[in-house]
């Protein structure tokens, strides 16, 4: 039976254990990934408590971490979305995603529809990817994929 949270709390607990655990084994979220067989992108964000791991993915990455089988069902539970609390973000590495979407987000919202017409980009049909490249001018760029279904308003 699938099973949903009521709030973030449980979620954000095993959070804190799962990079605790990932840290002291020194694991990488690659591995742990590997490990459930799903892209690195899908186990980290489901690891840090924003998605539901099948059965089997949530047991090898539990094992991997030494998690105990409450862990394992916790994990495939459906979270209570959502990392970032109310207003401004104070990390550097998110606020900067704020600012980009601050400066960039009107754009975006007028290419989408330009291109698209009235609709949203989904954020549960989705992949999202991570790389790291060489600048030809010096140092490395990080070149983020957001890749989400289209799907269209429709009037009822």
């Known amino acids: 039976m699938t099973h949903a949270q009521f709030g973030p709390t ?10 605790a655990a990932k840290t002291r084994k020194d694991l990488s979220w690659q591995q742990l ?18 998605h539901a791991l099948p059965q089997s993915a949530a047991k090898a990455v539990a094992e991997l971490l030494d998690l105990d089988g409450d862990a394992v069902l916790l994990l495939q539970s459906i979270p209570t979305r959502g990392s ?5 973000p104070t990390d ?3 606020y900067r995603f704020h600012e980009m979407l601050q400066v960039y987000g009107t754009t975006l919202k007028a290419l989408v529809h330009e291109q698209f017409g009235d609709g949203i980009i989904s954020a ?3 992949r999202l990817d991570v790389r790291k490249v060489a600048d030809p001018e010096g140092g490395h760029r990080a070149v983020i ?9 429709k009037p009822f």
């Not at 970032?84 to 401004?88: K, N, R, W």
């Not at 994929?145 to 308003?153: A, H």
């Open 84 to 88: 970032v609390p109310g207003g401004v």
């Open 33 to 50: 990934a590997d490990s459930a067989g799903l892209s690195v992108a899908f186990v980290t964000a489901a690891l840090l408590g924003q």
């Open 124 to 126: 549960i049909n989705f």
């Open 92 to 94: 550097p590495t998110i």
């Open 145 to 153: 994929t957001l890749d989400g279904k289209y799907l269209p308003m």
């Open 10 to 19: 449980a979620r954000q607990d095993l959070a804190v254990a799962v990079v």
